[in-house]
């Protein structure tokens, strides 16, 4: 207990600093791109060629191989920018405000990706491509969201005070995952309950399970990937002047 | 197992009579994708480019200078 918590201390302390976080992403990013690719590729084509048909819904179903990974990728990436919003709240770490600018831009594509795979499934399956439903809207309130945050951290100049200001929109917007995830249960709805269940059984048979988690992994590092090339750009934006940035650039590294 | 669902490639496209939903579906999520990964690389590139010029403006500068002091 007391190393992983050494660990967990010092990986904080070393990914806090701008300097290490920047070697780190030289060291991951040539093969996660990759890797991301080639783990989703082998989803989407399992799910959309080799998955059985649903009974009811027909091939439309098939949408749930970018639908759920989008979706939940949407939902987890703003999890990780209200953390990233507290961090910089508090302490005042310079590589939360980082991350909580490099979190927003993909979690908005995955948000506008699972509206309008939502809204393409909906058609055939409930007749509608939209309806003003507790899902619905809280999934398009996430988006904007998302947006609102963007749009903060470019209006405002000073990039310690946009974070501020983004931070706490992120932190205060968590509530609105809540809602997403339990409108399902707690509000009648036309969007079906939760079918993949981290705890007890899910209601999906293996068949479609294992294309979706393997889609869904794909799609997650993809987003990963994508927070690092932005983080490190960013980083490289703000630390400019130091001597690091600059020999890196001497060195024609950077 | 491992043999695929559809009979041939015609019914694959036409995913029974979803192809227009499923087809959309994936066409605009790739868009959507691959223009979020592009933006990323393109805007990493030219705050580099920017660095790289900022240096050699700033090399320019100092090495008049610093030959003065040096005599």
């Known amino acids: 207990m007391a190393i992983m918590w050494k660990t967990l201390k010092r990986w904080y302390h070393q990914l806090g600093s701008p300097r290490y976080f920047y070697r780190f992403c030289e060291a991951v990013l040539p093969w996660l791109v990759p890797v991301a690719l080639a783990v989703l590729a082998v989803g989407l084509v399992w799910g959309l060629l080799y998955a059985p048909v649903e009974r009811y819904q027909g091939n439309s179903y098939r949408i749930i191989y970018i639908h759920v990974p989008a979706s939940s990728g949407a939902l987890m990436g703003y999890i990780a920018m209200g953390v990233a919003g507290l961090v910089a709240l508090v302490w005042r770490m310079k590589m939360a405000e980082v991350m909580l600018k490099a979190l927003a831009p993909f979690g908005a594509a995955l948000a506008a990706v699972s509206l309008l795979t939502g809204a393409l499934w909906g058609k055939p399956t409930w007749g509608t491509y939209w309806q003003w439903d507790a899902r619905m809207t809280s999934m398009l309130i996430l988006l904007f969201l998302y947006l609102g945050i963007m749009a903060l951290q470019n209006a405002i100049r000073d990039p310690r005070q946009a974070a501020r200001a983004a931070a706490l929109l992120a932190v205060v917007g968590v509530i609105n995952v809540v809602i997403v995830k339990y409108s399902v249960e707690w509000l009648n709805t036309l969007h079906q309950g939760a079918t993949l269940k981290v705890v007890g059984e899910s209601s999906i048979d293996p068949s479609m399970k294992w294309p979706l988690l393997i889609s869904m992994a794909g799609l997650w590092l993809l987003y990963a990937a994508n927070v690092l090339i932005r983080a490190r750009t960013e980083v490289l934006n703000r630390e400019r002047r130091s001597g690091w940035v600059r020999r890196l650039v001497r060195d024609g590294e950077a | ?71």
């Open chain 2, 1 to 71: 197992m491992f043999d695929p669902y559809f009979d041939s490639v015609a019914a694959f496209i036409a995913m029974g009579d979803h192809g227009f939903f499923v087809w959309s579906a994936y066409g605009l999520s790739a868009l959507l994708i691959a223009a979020n990964m592009l933006l990323a690389v393109r805007r990493q590139g030219r705050v580099r480019a920017e660095i790289a010029r900022q240096a050699r403006r700033d090399a320019v500068k100092v090495s008049p200078k610093s030959v003065e002091t040096n005599q």
